[in-house]
């Protein structure tokens, strides 16, 4: 069971304002109408203030101009509009709440512009990539586990992945359309029961932030009795997506600063924003990044632990001004042994597997393993294959490969699992120099095909 959860719900929706004004004082975050699908200029200045008063984290909540259908009737836009359509909406919005002296905190689409973006990963991508133009500081609550989650993170925000505790599932993990029955969940113990199941982790959805919708007369009651329910299991109520490190102490001279273990752009980018911030340091010796946690040595002598950790708290750190990626174009001829397996895994040609793999721009987690093995995330999901039953003894450098939902490049010789769809003629290790890898931890690195002739000529 875990011990933290993230309360939101839509509000701003309904002229009145009294559902908002009962169910504000429960909740840690609200998604606020922006003036499409619902909401007005004075709905949305009245729903800021509200907010305010109650230290709840404030949200854009933009949805389809369709007032007449609530926002629940999928438009044709092209992406180029859509985008814009967003954009102006978050806008007014964060124009109301710093005329309030508050800031946004996160970004939620709305009905069927929520549905219709959750399994498209091309659209949630520019939109992602829109928010972040805005802030890359704003979070993306999105649908737990789908493409507009994957996209957030590809884009550089922080995805908070949300369940419902009062929507129906299909067995495919998508939200039962509402135009079907039992969509929505209108008894309270069914309601908890399926909150208890998200955090469990029986359910298998990420659980960051659970939905109370804000304009069902029976949420206020609702979400009272799920208030208590945190409360007897112990569950803190609070905003997600906020990146805060904790720290364990190694040895005498080390100290592990650790965010919430999940692979994720945005999450090393804070990592490695940490290590910028504190290079130069005095007292500290050298640094190591990793998915989610930086390690850090110490002279105790000059800094002590509690000084150090003092020290990182106390840094300010602004996505905002992280510096561009270097970015390393990488040459594969793709005549790997597992090339077939990895296509007959995910129903795939072998032609569609390259054009995959080259098609994402991936991001260096980490160097491990061996020297200068680079992890890197971004993968297509649909070619994630399971490391090998029996790990080869010897694999050779350069050898290009596919374990799970990351790839990687073998430096050297060495025993490996992963499989293995091609080779790049590029020197990865160099023992002998001051700089001795080709790839650091938060370069990028784009992948492109060649052919036998190309990648011989290149040695």
């Known amino acids: 069971m875990q011990t933290r959860i993230d309360l939101n719900a839509d509000l701003g929706e309904l002229d009145d304002g009294l559902l908002d004004a009962a169910i504000m004082p429960f909740i840690s975050s609200c998604n606020i ?146 135009s079907e029955p039992g969509a929505v969940l209108h008894h309270d113990a069914d309601c908890l029961q399926q909150a208890a199941r998200f955090l469990s982790g029986a359910s298998g959805f990420i659980a960051d932030s659970i939905c109370v919708h804000g304009d069902n007369p029976s949420a206020i009651e609702f979400v009272s009795k799920l208030r208590n329910f945190f409360a007897d299991r112990k569950i803190e109520v609070e905003p997600a997506g906020d990146l805060v490190p904790s720290f364990e102490q190694l040895g005498e001279s080390s100290l592990l600063a650790q965010l919430p273990q999940r692979i994720s752009k945005s999450t090393h980018r804070k990592i490695r924003a940490l290590q910028l911030a504190l290079e130069g340091a005095e007292g500290i010796t050298e640094m190591v990044p990793c998915y989610a946690e930086l390690k850090i040595d110490f002279d105790p002598s000059v800094i002590s632990f509690s000084d150090l950790k003092n020290r990182i708290q106390s840094v300010e750190i602004s996505l905002a001004d992280f510096p561009e990626p270097r970015v390393v174009e990488v040459p594969v001829l793709y005549d790997g042994e597992d090339l077939s397996q990895v296509a007959e895994h995910n129903g795939l040609t072998k032609d569609e597997v390259i054009g995959q793999h080259c098609e994402p721009t991936y991001l260096i987690y980490m160097l491990g393993f061996s020297p200068g093995f680079a992890y890197m995330g971004g993968l297509n999901s649909n070619l994630s294959t399971p490391r090998l039953e029996t790990p080869r003894t010897s694999v050779p450098a350069g050898a290009v490969g596919i374990a799970g939902n990351q790839t990687g490049i073998y430096p050297v010789e060495s025993p490996g699992g992963w499989n293995i769809i091609g080779r790049t003629p590029l020197k990865l290790f160099y023992p002998t120099s001051e700089a001795p890898f080709l790839f650091e931890p938060g370069d990028e690195v784009r992948f492109f095909p060649i052919s036998e002739e190309e990648f011989h000529a290149h040695g």
């Open 33 to 178: 109408a922006c003036g499409a699908h619902a909401g007005s200029f004075e709905t949305m200045r009245r729903t800021v203030c509200l907010a305010k008063v109650h230290r709840v984290a404030i949200g854009a909540h933009p949805g389809y101009p369709d007032p007449e259908n609530f926002g629940r009737i999928s438009m044709e836009f092209q992406t180029v509009e859509l985008c814009r359509l967003i954009r102006n909406q978050i806008l007014l919005l964060k124009q109301i709440a710093e005329a309030e002296g508050v800031s946004l905190a996160h970004v939620k689409l709305h009905g069927a512009l929520y549905n219709d973006l959750a399994f498209d990963y091309n659209r949630s991508l520019a939109v992602a990539e829109t928010i972040a133009a805005i802030n890359p500081e704003l979070r993306f609550i999105v649908f737990s586990g789908s493409e507009t989650a994957r996209a957030a993170e590809d884009a550089g925000l922080v995805a908070v992945h949300e369940v419902f505790a009062d929507r129906a599932y299909t067995e495919d993990g998508k939200l039962r359309p509402r």
